[in-house]
């Protein structure tokens, strides 16, 4: 038996806020507006008047300690307080500690009493005011403190790990650091306290043999030696062997336990566990265990619905970390904090591979590029702290620096030095763990240095920014020249394996009765951002009348995100050389809803067909469009992505329509892990069909066995010929040169001469739109320009680029009224997806109140149903009808989807079924009379 007792100080505690953030101990001591509070929790989570408060505050807790035979050494330890901590006990002074996620520990032997003590801790957790911050605690800035990203959501402080005190012999192991490589070769660090501090513990020391023996997951012991205690160094190393080791990997989480024990006058003993496992970055290529590996990670900002920082518990990790690998991922980067040593130790139990980031101490709220000579030193003396903590877990397999630049300025040449020198440093700390190094995780306008993973971070709204999103991507499988310094000092070897490292897309959660207290946390005050209000929006904006209530919206959405991952996933492994991706996130967190669980863990309703889509093995297809003519011959082009060790001899694609037509495809032999091959194409046929229909594709390759290995389905959207109206138009606007040519190709009639029975299609609202409105004439507006309205116009059309209105990063979601016309002649759902890609709007349409959106016939909200805006639009003006819509239709002639819903507005408003409710008094442009 371990001998060491252990008194955990958990409850107990009394809490008491210092807003001078200068009380002294003794008035602390006198102070009487103490309350009852717990440690391992923030106080932010413990005190609703709490929640944003960052600055000073006193914890105190009387506890007794009992007589225990053969102690020599007291211990008191904390496992993190953030962020700066004095300790005193018994009125004296036990020291100090600073940094928020690390543990610590006192020996306290000569201050503690048996029988009853006092312990006081003060903690500062500097505030993100500048002024006040230097005001109280001029030696912490808040912008150069390793904080990670606790103002994006909420903030974390005060002692939100556990306290405990242990009671020691007067020699005992400090802590146990293995080595392990996968031939089964060991070296052990036991590290020893206590010996040559008196004349008695060294003559103990020499009497004293350390036994070593390790044993695996069933307990069966595979190693044992026995050697002398090494009384000349704190420091004894034991070396041997486990033959035939099982290998650790998230299939199989092979854990050993390491037991070292004190055998003689001294008894102790120390377990810890570790894995045998390898983790390289070689030719390109990412390799477990020595075989190629393909990253399916998502990002985990490892926050917790109502614990915040801290675990809810080890049950609820574990349940996380489980869905986790049922929806096929295998690494959770954990984004800009330290894990709780819960979080690692199911992480190893279950066999999730984990990407640690050393929390950043400047970021969006602040010039990003804050560097500081004090800032460096924090993170180095962190990193060490981390490094002692976690040695021996080998889920951990990547350590990033920085993360998109924040915190340094890459435009200096000395802070790139000290990047550059900082990665070789920290790389050769990990080498012999087979633990990989990123300088700075990089993103738009900054870059690499010197990584052993050439990752980048990028958002795009699906499908509206398809194309952007395909540009890019085929460019960074190329290794371009822009994710490296462009100053001469990058140290690239073109071997480096390339990683998505972010990307993802909104979906919203499925909301409790009781709404969650951070609620009302959005980013910065952002409106886009913001939950609160979710719901009166949802009714103000008529939502109800589209998808039923606020829970089938939020089901909608998450299909939407469903498909955008599916599209961006098949893009990257259609790269060779793109070895991996990380999605973001695997959870959400408060307001940021792009999580593929939600904030309180529960799957999203995609999760069984993500969890069939992420496999070792992919078969997928590049649909040439994704819509599609009534009876239409197609060929699909056909992949395989794979990176599994199943035999493929005779393995076949087999693939069925739901409209009857069915197919097989046979592998070209020789395929290697580690690749993408292009299988045959399939054929087919479409059914004929008079309505929109959604015919689904759905694939599956079995081995020569019948075994089925992955599965895969696509829906592919298949329209009517198109009823072309019988209606005269009159076009005008340069913008629409090119859609002249197309609808007069399709048969359109046009007129060349004003006429009030010619329906107007225009590109901006001037003088000769207003008289054709006023005489009783309708208008089509096709706005494509900030200009198509005069300036004067309670109603404005947005450019969406380069503003919050893009949806790159807070997702939008663009719907249309699906059951009445005129988009029920295009309807596959309310929300639209990629058969909407061709026609995707660069523009919205501002200004129109909630109780007119009634007339919205297509609009576009944002996250939490912000930013309401009109895509298509229906309103009275004079005698004439009116339909402003952004919606592109430069593919006229080559897309049908484009073709059917222009021909589908055109016919609305030139029939009787357009009757708007909204009477809008248009200023002229030109005239300026109404």
């Not at 939100?160 to 009671?167: A, D, F, M, T």
């Not at 054929?683 to 069909?689: A, D, I, K, M, N």
């Not at 309670?794 to 450019?799: C, D, L």
Request: charged fraction near 20%.
């Amino acid at each position: 038996m371990d001998p060491t007792q252990r008194l955990e100080l958990e409850y107990g505690w009394e809490f008491l806020v210092d807003l001078s953030g200068r009380m002294q101990r003794h008035e602390a001591e006198q102070a009487t507006d103490w309350r009852p509070a717990r440690v391992g929790l923030s106080w932010n989570v413990q005190f609703e008047d709490l929640r944003n408060y960052m600055g000073a505050a006193w914890y105190r807790i009387r506890f007794e300690l009992p007589v225990f035979r053969d102690t020599r050494h007291v211990l008191l330890k904390f496992g993190a307080v953030d962020y700066f901590c004095e300790v005193f006990l018994n009125g004296s002074v036990i020291g100090t500690h600073e940094g928020g996620y690390t543990p610590f520990s006192f020996e306290i032997t000569s201050a503690v009493r048996s029988g009853s003590n006092e312990l006081m801790v003060r903690v500062v957790d500097p505030p993100m005011d500048e002024v006040q911050n230097r005001a109280l605690f001029p030696d912490m800035m808040y912008n150069e403190i390793p904080h990670g990203k606790q103002n994006w959501y909420v903030q974390n402080s005060g002692i939100w790990q556990g306290v405990r005190i242990e009671l020691c012999p007067s020699i005992y192991i400090e802590r146990l650091d293995i080595t392990p490589d996968v031939e089964g070769r060991f070296e052990v660090q036991a590290r020893v306290a206590g010996v040559g501090l008196t004349a008695e513990s060294s003559a103990l020391a020499a009497a004293t043999q350390l036994q070593t023996e390790i044993f695996d997951s069933s307990g069966r012991r595979v190693f044992s030696s026995k050697q002398p205690l090494d009384t000349a160094s704190i420091t004894n190393s034991i070396k041997g062997e486990v033959t035939h080791p099982r290998l650790w990997s998230p299939e199989s989480p092979s854990l050993y336990a390491l037991e070292v024990s004190l055998v003689g006058p001294v008894e102790y003993r120390r377990r810890t566990r570790f894995g045998f496992r390898s983790f390289e970055a070689r030719d390109g290529g990412l390799y477990l265990n020595r075989n190629p590996f393909y990253m399916v990670a998502a990002l985990d900002q490892d926050f917790y619905p109502e614990t915040v920082h801290t675990p809810t518990s080890e049950a609820y990790v574990r349940d996380m970390m489980v869905k986790a690998k049922r929806l096929g991922i295998n690494l959770l980067r954990c984004h800009l904090k330290v894990a709780h040593p819960v979080y690692l130790d199911v992480a190893d139990e279950v066999g999730m591979l984990i990407w640690t980031e050393l929390p950043s101490w400047s970021d969006s709220w602040f010039p990003a590029d804050h560097f500081s000579t004090m800032a460096a030193v924090r993170a180095d003396k962190m990193f060490w702290e981390i490094l002692i903590r976690d040695w021996n877990h080998p889920c951990i397999v990547l350590q990033t620096l920085i993360n998109e630049s924040w915190g340094i300025d890459m435009r200096d040449p000395v802070q790139r030095q000290w990047l550059i020198s900082t990665f070789d440093r920290i790389k050769q700390l990990l080498a012999p763990l087979g633990r990989l190094v990123v300088d700075n995780s990089a993103s738009e306008g900054n870059f690499h240095l010197k990584t052993d993973i050439e990752d980048f971070h990028e958002y795009f709204s699906m499908p509206d920014q398809m194309a952007q999103w395909d540009s890019w991507l085929a460019e960074l499988a190329t290794h371009p020249p822009w994710t490296f310094s462009p100053f001469g000092d990058a140290q690239r070897t073109g071997k480096e394996p390339l990683v998505v490292s972010e990307f993802g897309n909104w979906g919203l959660p499925k909301l409790p009765e009781e709404l969650p207290w951070w609620f009302q946390v959005s980013f910065g005050g952002r409106e886009v951002t913001r939950p609160s209000g979710v719901l009166e929006r949802f009714k103000d904006y008529g939502f109800g009348e589209l998808f039923g209530t606020f829970n089938d919206l939020a089901e909608q959405t998450q299909w939407h995100q469903f498909d955008s991952l599916k599209y961006e996933i098949e893009s990257i492994r259609s790269y060779n050389s793109i070895q991996g991706y990380v999605v973001t996130g695997i959870t959400d967190v408060h307001w940021e809803v792009n999580g593929l669980l939600d904030m309180w863990r529960n799957e999203k309703v995609y999760a069984k067909e993500l969890g069939a889509l992420q496999q070792p093995d992919l078969v997928f297809c590049r649909l040439p469009k994704f819509v599609f003519a009534s009876g239409e011959q197609i060929v699909i082009p056909t992949l395989l992505s794979r990176y599994s060790s199943w035999d493929l001899s005779g393995a076949r694609v087999r693939w069925s329509m739901d409209s009857g037509g069915t197919g097989q495809l046979s592998l070209p032999s020789g395929i290697k892990p580690g690749t993408v091959t292009n299988l045959p194409p399939i054929s087919l046929q479409l059914p004929t069909v008079d309505a929109p229909l959604k015919d689904r594709l759905e694939l599956e390759l079995r081995l020569a066995n019948g075994h089925r290995i992955t599965e895969n389905a696509y829906d592919l959207f298949v329209l009517p010929p198109s009823n072309r109206p019988n209606v005269r138009l009159q076009i005008q606007g340069d913008e629409l040169t090119t859609l002249v040519g197309d609808l007069e190709n399709a048969g359109y009639d046009r007129v060349h001469n004003s006429s009030k029975d010619a329906l107007l299609i225009a590109s901006s609202y001037d003088d000769s739109v207003n008289v054709h409105l006023q005489g009783g004439g309708n208008v089509l507006l096709l706005a494509y320009s900030e200009k198509a309205l005069p300036a004067d116009n309670p109603i404005s059309i947005k450019a969406r680029a380069g503003s919050e209105l893009d949806g790159r990063w807070f997702s939008n979601f663009n719907w249309i009224r699906a059951a009445r016309p005129p988009f029920a002649a295009v309807a596959f759902n309310s929300i639209l997806g990629f058969e909407s890609a061709r026609v995707t709007p660069e523009y919205v349409i501002r200004g129109i109140l909630p109780a007119d959106f009634s007339d919205v016939l297509s609009g576009i909200t944002y996250a939490w149903l912000n930013l309401n805006s009109a895509l298509a639009v229906q309103m009275q003006v004079g005698g004439g009808k009116l339909i402003i819509t952004t919606f592109r239709f430069s593919d006229y002639s080559s897309d049908v989807y484009s073709r059917q819903l222009l021909d589908a507005l055109i016919r609305y408003i030139s029939g009787p079924e357009c009757q708007p409710k909204l009477q809008l008094p248009v200023v002229a442009a030109a005239t300026g009379n109404p």
